[in-house]
């Protein structure tokens, strides 16, 4: 599976960004999918992960609210609506892909990684 992450940018706090995860390969509808961040000098933590079906969403509780992962299997995407921005959530933003059923906010469950996109809030 190869991943390709999009729609980082530079944005005022307040703003919102859109971020794209596609995918390629192994049908994405077979894996759980999951967006990850990592700020300058820290380590690489769980945003968001969705099942297979995107019945159920999880998140972490400082994006809880602001945050919505979504996912349209016909197209093989995963998207990440990031509202009401902070500049806390600076950070490159990862997809990650999990073929299996149950969600996990674990980095190591993780078998496939796109190469993240930039996303600066300013103060």
């Known amino acids: 599976v190869q991943l390709q992450a999009s729609g980082g940018g530079l944005v005022p706090a307040g703003d919102s960004l859109r971020l794209s995860c596609a995918a390629s390969g192994r049908a994405s509808s077979s894996n759980v999918m999951a967006w990850f961040r990592q700020a300058p000098g820290k380590g690489r933590e769980f945003v968001a992960a969705?099942?297979?079906?995107?019945?159920?969403?999880y998140y972490t509780g400082s994006v809880k609210g602001r945050f919505t992962i979504s996912r349209d299997n016909a197209k093989n995407t995963v998207y990440l609506q990031m509202n009401s921005l902070k500049p806390e959530d600076t950070a490159i933003y990862y997809c990650?892909?999990?073929?299996?059923?149950?969600?996990?906010?674990?980095?190591?469950?993780?078998?496939?990684w796109g190469q993240g996109t930039q996303v600066t809030v300013s103060s």
């Open positions: 990650a892909a999990r073929p299996a059923t149950v969600v996990s906010y674990s980095i190591g469950q993780y078998t496939w």
């Open positions: 969705i099942t297979r079906s995107g019945d159920n969403t």
